[in-house]
């Protein structure tokens, strides 16, 4: 279903828009499974390594990451190649979430390759992300074209697991000068000064879509269980994207005006497999 006027016009406003309730376990249930698959092929490779002793078979989809990450004292960063999958390509083209993309984009979609899985651990460092807007991250390249983030929690969050934060407005600033902290961009200037931030509890169903020039952050992960989400990005199809695709290819996942150019999964994994340079570097945003 696409979103409402009310729904479009605040995220022309304000920068992002939440919608409530607009995906269920056939959507959510795949991508956790290969999200559980990836964390299983990891604890074999530690289990081989003799970096862990148990493989902590028996626990869940939100202990088991943190059961082994306590083992090695090691954190999980962001995560596109270990879980490239048709469980993430069949989210990108679900319905529910493509409706989201075309009330903020138009029906000419593009999915950009850069998804990312977020194993936020309790108290993880690496994963507490500062202020940023995603076009510091992108670069010079990325300001002529529109991209839209949607934020999906895997399970509820709220302040206490690191729930995301907005700044409402700042879609209006344009892009503000940053600096590296050693691991993350923070912006050069105290953004909460200028304008007061907005912690965005949701619950598994529901969608955040915001545009990269909105200041978003997540906050410490202080429960006991790792806080999985993912988020989408697309953009309209036509901009040059080379920039983003030589790493992260994407592909057409919707058009009225030639629905026979919508790419496929077997497509896309070929474009992944063709010699580009996929990696799980910090790029993301
Ligand atoms: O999931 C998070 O904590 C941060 C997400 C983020 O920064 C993004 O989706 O651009």
Redesign the pocket.
């Known amino acids: 279903m696409l979103l409402s006027e009310e729904q479009i016009r605040h995220f022309e406003d304000w920068g992002y828009v939440v919608a409530r309730d607009v995906l269920g376990d056939a959507e959510l249930e795949p991508v956790r499974a290969a999200i559980a698959a990836a964390v299983d092929d990891k604890a074999h490779e530690l289990h081989a390594e003799k970096e862990i002793v148990d493989l902590y078979e028996t626990a869940s989809f939100t202990r088991r990451l943190v059961k082994i990450s306590q083992e090695t004292g090691t954190e999980a960063f962001?995560w596109n190649n270990q879980v490239f999958s048709r469980a993430i390509y069949d989210l990108l083209m679900a319905p529910a979430v493509l409706d989201v993309a075309e009330s903020l984009l138009g029906p000419e979609l593009t999915v950009n390759g850069d998804y990312?899985v977020?194993p936020?651990l309790p108290g993880g460092r690496l994963?507490?992300?500062p202020w940023?807007q995603?076009s510091g991250y992108y670069g010079p390249a990325s300001l002529a074209v529109p991209i839209l983030?949607l934020?999906i929690p895997l399970v509820d969050v709220d302040e206490r697991n690191?729930c995301?934060k907005v700044i409402p407005g700042s879609n209006k600033w344009g892009l503000l000068p940053s600096q590296s902290n050693g691991t993350h961009l923070e912006p050069t200037e105290d953004v909460e000064a200028r304008a007061e931030p907005k912690s965005l509890p949701m619950r598994t169903g529901d969608i955040l879509a915001?545009g990269q020039y909105t200041f978003?952050?997540?906050g410490e992960n202080s429960s006991e269980e790792v806080?999985w989400?993912i988020?989408l990005r697309y953009s309209p199809t036509g901009y040059d994207m080379e920039w983003l695709f030589e790493r992260y290819p994407g592909f057409i996942a919707r058009s009225r005006k030639n629905p026979n150019s919508v790419e496929s999964w077997e497509m896309w994994r070929g474009y992944r497999q063709s010699g580009r340079n996929v990696t799980d570097e910090p790029v993301?945003?």
Request: net charge positive.
């Open positions: 962001s990312w977020r936020k994963t507490t992300l940023h995603d983030s934020w690191g995301l915001f978003h952050a997540s806080r989400s988020d993301q945003v």
